[in-house]
């Protein structure tokens, strides 16, 4: 085994309850925890720049194994000298595997021991995705994470079936960490990333499968940091956390977590609570994109015919690109019109809203008033939501 | 009369033929000419933020009388403070009078001396313009330059057709002229913007109705600035060109000349030749949406797959926000991929194309090199196109 990983380290300053305050070390550099990264799935955070990203204090951003193989092709991204380059993002990286992409094909697709055949949405080209491969493409993609090849079943599964996906993905684990071990050291073709592989707790909503998945996961080595799967996929939200307490007491303390695919206002604090350092979501682009718009007095619609002569911004004192320049007056405008921009600010203010919301919570975590700050956060975010 | 309007001024520094070097001031800045105005229909320049348009030196915009009335409303504008505040752009802006969009709406519109009457593109409902409702609608927006309404035909009307738009122009100019004076005089409602008003040479590729129309626009008054319309819309180039040549002799040479909707590269080489200040055209951003863009060696489209592991920017050398940061490969990506960033980045690119061409014509003129950069830059532009 070859976990050690000097240019990956992660220490807590701080700690309030389970809710930790620290700094993830990349080799694209520090990112501070809690953290929320923005997904570009196709090596683009969807109607966004870069340059927004960065300016909006964004740190590490995802992409998608699954995506980015189909489309353009993850040697083709090599040859264009990796991810990083390719999408000009200087900062951390990390891609999914695709397991959750793989295993939502239903009907298109064939799971065995192997690993899965499955049919290009796009085409309908036949594809194989095993623990093997995936290292392969994530290590030609080149983000700083990667997320180990997994086994991912709906919320709701029951205990059988997610036992058996819970385990599946504990064998892949091992079949994930050989074949990046000789990735690592055998290919030594430019460009050569420095990576790190994350295991994924899964278990769906059963508390006894996810604590022998995080013991297992620990058994089975030292990881770096560790992915915390299969939850915000159509299980209730208790489940989600209780799912969380049992993790948040298995998993180590001195390694960051990283809840995946959980990126609503709410579930972000309800995870910095339980022990979670980082989060992605398609959320705050994808809902962007039809006109939601994240406030600290819950969600609203930005079609909403009350707005349209609303000379305000969309959240008072928010600072990001959109609130600081317009009114939603004219983002209204620009969405009933159909334009382009509308997208861009209200997904501007969105991973804005995320980033900041867990600046803020780090914040809280540091001043020791954390406990505190999230109730009354939750308080207004949810009292107000039921208003709109 | 009262076209005195000392907030607007035109100073010519440098003449290199018929071309011109200079600025046109107005109540929200100096425009140095020649230069070319990105279009904001909508209020929005497509896909682009003001930010954008300010960092790649954008100095004036457009926006559209016709579809602002219809939506959101010239009067709506108007109580969130006029166009400049409502889209956040704080330069110079033009109002085009919606004469263009009104006369294309064939078999929806019925046109009388009194004006024309139209059903709405977008909900079918009844609606009229008059030259006096116009100027209504144009002082509601608040630019700081309105055009006249006018009477458009299409590029290869025979002369008879031509004349009778031509003719009712000058018409409706006068009438535009009584109802601006009013408003300006009696409007006094907060915001009360200082605008000007352009006149529009119409004639169709008709020399003597293009004379007779420019010399009836200059005995009706000393303008602030001269539009030419009714070009670019579908008659033959060497007929613009002959129209441009005829108009430059009998327009005031002290005053900035405008040519409506007219903004391919060459034409924008060819028009300032001819003694043309402003221009502007959909076409960058519009092709730019289609995967087309600008080079000084002729127009691309970056969806050929040549470009499918370019690692060179779309222009070796250009200076915009695409070019200094992304390979043609990954802008290719993004349209294939159907990303809005790859819509953005060319549209961010070929609007930079013009905006710098037209500043690299300017110091040609200042430079007293105009005629063999203009002859230089038309063949490579031209000989390249062909190839590509």
């Not at 993850?74 to 990286?93: A, K, V």
């Not at 994530?138 to 709906?154: K, S, T, Y």
């Not at 297992?216 to 992915?227: L, P, Q, S």
């Not at 989600?240 to 709410?266: C, H, I, Q, S, W």
Request: some cysteine; hydrophobic content about 40%.
């Amino acid at each position: 085994m070859s976990l050690d990983q000097p240019q990956f380290s992660f220490s807590v300053s701080h700690k309030d309850g389970f809710a930790r305050a620290g700094t993830f070390s990349t080799p694209h550099g520090p990112v501070a925890t809690p953290q929320f990264m923005p997904v570009g799935t196709l090596a683009s955070v969807k109607s966004l720049d870069p340059d927004d990203l960065t300016r909006l204090g964004a740190t590490m951003v995802l992409a998608n194994a699954y995506h980015l193989r189909l489309r353009p092709g993850d040697e083709m991204i090599r040859t264009m000298g990796g991810l990083h380059q390719f999408m000009q993002w200087h900062r951390p990286i990390l891609t999914d595997s695709g397991g959750f992409q793989v295993f939502s094909l239903e009907g298109l697709r064939t799971i065995e021991e192997e690993g899965v055949a499955f049919r290009s949405h796009l085409d309908g080209s036949l594809q194989q995705f095993t623990p093997e491969s995936v290292m392969r493409i994530e290590r030609n993609l080149g983000a700083d994470v990667i997320m180990q090849f997994d086994h991912v079943v709906p919320g709701q599964s029951p205990h059988d079936l997610a036992k058996i996906a819970m385990e599946r993905s504990i064998r892949w684990l091992e079949r994930c960490r050989v074949a990046f071990d000789a990735l690592q050291a055998e290919d030594t073709l430019a460009p050569t990333p420095v990576q790190a592989l994350f295991p994924i707790v899964q278990g769906g909503i059963h508390a006894d499968l996810r604590q022998a998945s995080a013991r297992a996961i620990r058994n089975a080595g030292d990881w770096v940091g560790y992915g915390i799967g299969g939850l915000s996929v159509g299980e209730a939200k208790p489940d989600m956390y209780a799912m969380l307490d049992v993790v948040n007491t298995e998993l180590p303390t001195d390694k960051p977590r990283y809840l995946m695919g959980v990126g609503f206002p709410e579930d972000l604090v309800e995870g910095v609570a339980r022990g979670v350092d980082l989060f992605d979501c398609v959320a705050p682009t994808r809902m962007g994109r039809t006109g939601a718009f994240f406030t600290s007095a819950g969600r609203k619609n930005i079609k909403n015919a009350q707005w349209r002569l609303d000379s305000t911004p969309l959240e008072d004192g928010c600072t990001c690109a959109a609130c600081t320049r317009f009114s939603k007056a004219y983002i209204r405008h620009l969405f009933v019109a159909e334009e382009i921009l509308g997208l861009r600010l209200l997904s501007l203010h969105n991973v804005h809203f995320l980033v900041a919301l867990m600046r803020d919570a780090r914040a809280a975590v540091q001043d020791g008033t954390f406990s505190g700050w999230s109730r009354d956060w939750l308080a207004r975010y949810h009292s107000s939501k039921l208003s709109s």
